[in-house]
């Protein structure tokens, strides 16, 4: 069959866009190796070929754990061709963690590397070593990435921008985690949005130092690059030197990145001899400080803002850069083909500058959760995402989050569920009853306190530690310990967070068993 535009055929189409208007301009920047959009295109073509070899069919979920690496990119791209479902996972989970995506999204096939051996034999009763790839040197008896590759696979038949793309699991705040669905569609609209919002162009280059499974670091960056035509420049991890070197040196021409990141550049002692004349700037991830923002200033630098939930495909409110001085506290104004709204418990909007809950809706919006029909029909409301967030609008549109509705921690930009961290705690026996809350962080922005009930007064973090370090990743793990004789409760039995958070920001002489 012979195809001629590019219509409807899923998001897999722009790496062969590019290919062919650019075929030569890098696409992926990682170490010492530069791929063009034409070996982008010819690599993932030829995974999709090996992916449908392999036995993947349409809707079948493909999994990627490894670190940061180019063969991210190449895996996604594959599986939209054939309208396989990419499933990313969080590397810094917890192998007991892994084992439960990997169980509820009903993997096919993972794909892998070395630095994971440990971990995947958790994972074993859920993917087999047959359908087990590695991305660098397989170890003895396993598979290469090399051996799925195919023949070119150009054109897909049936996929379109209703179909599934990707599974974005978030933590859970049941306790669990739990799947964003999003589509083709959701990404190519988001991909527009902030292709507009940004002024991305072709001709710019991004670093990607955060891990690629991160929503803000896959749905609000990487995809919009593709989208454009633009540069990744993937890192494996994050320095800040080296970051500051890739602005000056290797082209970067847009930072999107969270606050704890700006700031441990801005305390480089290389910081005030850099040149930042070229670079376009956004935060998201966390509120950025004001002394932060004005040290980039200061620099000639002016920092946008950015906000966005992994259900609303990473990237709803923007605060362009210009206005970044001016509105501080500000979050910003919906992008295109979004809808924001700032309303009360039944649903109305409320007046200017009264609090309520922020909703959004638009071509954004996943259509669920993977396999939840109550946590769906709880977040999306008559078309309304539900986002949990305290807003207020202006008579102009401009939002600011003013708090959270849901206990959910913000530690250095990374989503953090009180209720699965409280659920972890709970396994031990010396553990009565147990609250997490944040407390400010002068570099994480917020960091989790396990507030505890237990029989012994002796109680330290260092005994909770191995079980913490079993079920959670490093991020959720709490920074302090809090023995208490009870947690405080509304009338209704309700734990009083707001207040546990309030004494324990306000009060600096209590009793805190530390690391």
């Known amino acids: 069959m012979t195809h001629i535009g590019t219509v409807s055929h899923g998001i897999s189409e722009w790496s062969l866009f590019w290919s062919r208007f650019h075929p030569d301009h890098p696409a992926i920047l990682f170490g010492d190796r530069t791929i063009s959009y034409r070996q982008l295109e010819d690599r993932a073509a030829r995974l999709a070929d090996g992916l449908r070899g392999a036995g993947i069919a349409k809707g079948d979920r493909v999994g990627f754990l490894a670190l ?24 810094r989970l917890t192998a007991s963690e892994l084992s ?7 993997l096919r096939l993972l794909l892998t590397d070395t630095s994971f051996s440990g971990r995947l034999d958790a994972m074993a009763g859920q993917v087999d070593a047959e359908h087990t790839y590695f991305i660098d040197g397989p170890p003895e008896g396993g598979r290469s990435i090399d051996d799925l590759r195919g023949d070119p696979l150009r054109f897909p038949d049936d996929v379109g921008l209703d179909d599934i793309l990707l599974l974005a699991y978030t933590s859970g705040t049941t ?24 002024g991305l162009r072709s001709t710019d280059r991004v670093a990607l130092p955060a891990p690629l499974a991160f929503a803000g670091s896959m ?29 000056e040196q290797r082209g970067v021409t847009v930072l999107k990145l969270v606050p704890a990141i700006y700031q441990m550049m801005a305390a480089s002692p290389t ?6 004349s070229r670079v ?25 803002g950015a906000y966005g939930l992994t259900e609303g495909c990473g990237f709803n409110l923007h605060l362009p850069p210009r206005e970044a001085a001016e509105r501080i506290g500000w979050t910003g104004l919906p992008l295109l083909y979004q809808e924001c709204r700032v309303v009360d ?13 922020l909703v959004i809706r638009g071509q954004c919006v996943m259509p669920g959760y993977w396999n939840d029909a109550e946590s769906t029909a709880r977040t999306i409301r008559d078309g309304w995402l539900h986002t949990g967030d305290l807003a207020i609008a202006d008579e102009l549109g401009y939002i600011k989050v003013v708090d959270r509705l849901k206990d959910m921690i913000i530690s250095g930009g990374i989503n953090v569920y009180p209720a699965e961290v409280e659920r972890v705690l709970r396994e031990h026996p010396d553990v009565t009853e147990a609250a997490v809350v944040g407390v400010p962080d002068p570099r ?40 208490i004789d009870e947690l405080p409760r509304n009338a209704n039995g309700k734990i009083l967070k707001r207040s546990l958070r309030e004494s324990l920001t306000a009060e600096s002489g209590h009793q805190t068993r530390r690391p």
Do not use: Q
């Open 175 to 198: 306790g669990h985690c739990k799947a964003a669905v999003i589509t083709h569609g959701n990404v190519a609209a988001t991909s527009i949005a902030v292709i507009n919002a940004d």
């Open 444 to 483: 994480w922005g917020e960091t989790p306190v396990a507030c505890v009930v237990s029989g012994r007064a002796d109680l330290t973090l260092d005994d909770l530690r191995p079980l913490l370090t079993e079920h959670l990743a490093d991020y959720k793990r709490p920074r302090r310990l809090e023995l």
């Open 219 to 247: 749905l609000s960056v990487m995809l919009p690059f593709l989208h454009a035509g633009g540069s990744l420049l993937i890192e494996r991890s994050f320095d800040a030197e080296r970051m500051l070197d890739h602005v």
């Open 280 to 304: 376009r700037a956004t935060s998201g991830g966390a509120p950025v400080p004001v002394d932060l923002l004005r040290t980039y200033h200061a620099r000639g630098l002016l920092i946008g």
């Open 345 to 357: 418990d039944a649903g109305t909007e409320v007046a200017p500058h009264e609090v309520g809950e």
């Open 68 to 91: 940061n690496a180019p063969e991210f990119v190449e895996t996604l791209l594959a599986c939209a061709r054939i309208g396989a479902i990419f499933v990313p996972f969080n590397i």
């Open 271 to 276: 910081f005030d001899r850099r040149d930042f």
């Open 100 to 106: 439960f995506i990997a169980r509820d999204a009903g």
